[in-house]
């Protein structure tokens, strides 16, 4: 789960990270009350969820109350690589010396959280790595050790900054700080960039990217609703069903037992000329009322022509599955083809429910390159037909 | 003894009264898995799919000999069921398990190394050396003995890959179905260089998907030590860049992690990639009879 700026610049501000003055605002009035409050001049500052928002003028300093209006009723009404901007954060303008970068991060080389830092922040750290290699610390952290006292050194060192002046003694804490807080909040990523140094050697956090780990979220039941803000109504139906689910542009609609297996459905009605409109994981042992609700949801998108249910029963049976879809048929109108595939755990079972249900448009496929045509097939016959009415 | 387990291997289900670990620990015995004991806190003197249940995993060492555990508990206590596991002496564990936080892997991870203890999972259906061994989840009746290793990120495609070997008279040595996650235990490298050791094993599948680097480490690695035949078979060609698929390992971000990216270092290095199941077969025949010429001058 990605968070806001806000939301993790709240988490900073709790965990001693030091960041500037600033409020949210939903509304140009809002945004210019808040600047009033905080003092000229400040920065406005759209809120979403996607990187790349200060090249989209997403990111604005403002001098005078008039720029503040001029500013938020711009960046209010952004969509940003297809995200809307949610609302905007008005802060303090910090005087900055100089940028820098930091971060931790979970990698699934090291197995565990590295700590990277660069001299040089504010910009793409990926082309720092590739021009300066030298410029970067990249240190894994024992999570048993936790963050030890040699590393914050190195940091230190990389930075050029003096171990027991001012500045040296603000970045180590926020060094520290910014490892309790990652492995407090159970956080996947924690990055900082630029982390600004003032020209009296303040350390400041000028932005906050904080990811938290889905499966973790049992541990801060505070975050459970932050998880569900910025779904529409079908990835939350989704979500509390226990699905993954993902929208797509196409008009097959997709279900099926684990995520390589989607996936791999995907690529399979790409190469016959067909293209999914979502990719829908029931996970593993679903129960037939799962089962109706993901057909439910798959649905809910108007323009799925045809959809391709595929199980492969390890610890799903193929039994539940049929029943879940004969259920799903008594609760929601289907009016579109459906082709499905039942092999593995109970798999005859399975077919010999739907054979006896016998439901409308259902047709049962052998394996998945022929069920893969017969969607393809359906998807086609359908939009014909609706065409000619 | 094909890779890592075989009949001889003592088996321990932690959470066997649990419905999942009940189930299975029934359906590992009926596959012809040596299912020695089960633990449960609190549980110790029952009874459950034939085995007995011990409070402790170090009890169900001293009294049975278990040498591999398989762990069905909840996302929220696996941790403290593999770290229990590790201190008792058990050389690998199975984590079958989903959804487990990543900071509580990365810990496990960093104990287990101190205690040479191997890790497969979480959030994988296990390993089944066919007829002889069958820790965790996979259905056992698609799989057949012979001398070809599969090793995997993705359950579901593991069953389908090995539904296909064997439907076509391809038996298999061992299968690894590595877990999905991206915190996991032994990776490709690993379960590469056990096949490339086994006498057994013939030739080696591989099935990887979207998301980090394993399958570019893997090409790496098959091209310097890998001397039998290897073939691969890859997911998310079709998925779109930045989304998360399904699972916490699927995510392919900008130019890094995608299939394409993949399928290039994969054929760099000389192994044949499949973009469906039904291709695994045909290049997996190629690759042994090119190899077997090989072998014959």
New interface residues.
Partial sequence: MDLLEHQGKELFAKAGLPVMAGETAWTPTEAVDAARRLGLPVVVKAQVKTGGRGKAGGVRRCATLEDVEAAATAILTMTIKDKPVECVLVEEAADIAREMYLSIL?S??D???VLVFAREGGVDIESIARRDPDALVRRPI???LGLCDYQVRDVLAAAGVPRKSFAGRSLGAVVKAAWQLY?ET?A?LLEVNPLALTPDGVVVCLDAKVTV????L??HPDFMALAEGGLDERELKARRAGL?F?A?DGDIGVL?????????T??????SGGR?AD?C?L???ARSEVVAQALEVVLEDEGVKAVLVSI????TRCDEVARGLIQAFGQTQVDVPVVVRL???AASAGRKILAEAALDGVRVAA???EAVTMVVAAARGTAVDREGV | MAILVDETTRVLVQGVTGR?GAFHAARMRAAGTNVVAGTSPGRAGQEVAGVPVFDTVADAVVHTGAEVSVVFVP??FARDAMIESADAGIRLIVCVT??????????V???LERRDTLLIGPNG?GIVTPRRCNVG???AE?CMPGAVGVV??????T??VV?ALTDTGIGQSTVIGMG?D???GLGFVDCLAYYQQDPETEAVVL?G??G???EE?AAAFIKKKVTKPVVAFL??????PG????????ISEGGAGT?ADKKKALEAAGIPVA????EVIPLLKKSMEKAEKKRNG
Avoid: C, W
């Fill in positions: 979970l699934r080389a197995r565990g959280p024992d999570p048993l492995y159970d996947t780990d889905d499966s973790a049992f541990r993954a993902v797509l099926g037992n684990g995520a390589g297996m989607v996936m791999s995907i690529d399979q009605l790409a190469a999914a990719f994981d996970g593993g042992g492969f029963g390890g610890i092999d593995g755990t394996s998945v390159p | 999942e996302s929220g989903e959804d487990i936080p990543a900071r509580d892997m990365a810990e991870i960093s104990h259906p989840i996979m259905p698609v995997s990120r993705s359950g579901t495609l069953y389908e539904s999905g991206p915190v996991h099935i998907e979207i980090g680097n394993d480490t997911a998310g060609f079709a998925a779109p989304k998360r698929m399904g699972h916490a390992g699927a299939a973009k469906a199941p039904s």
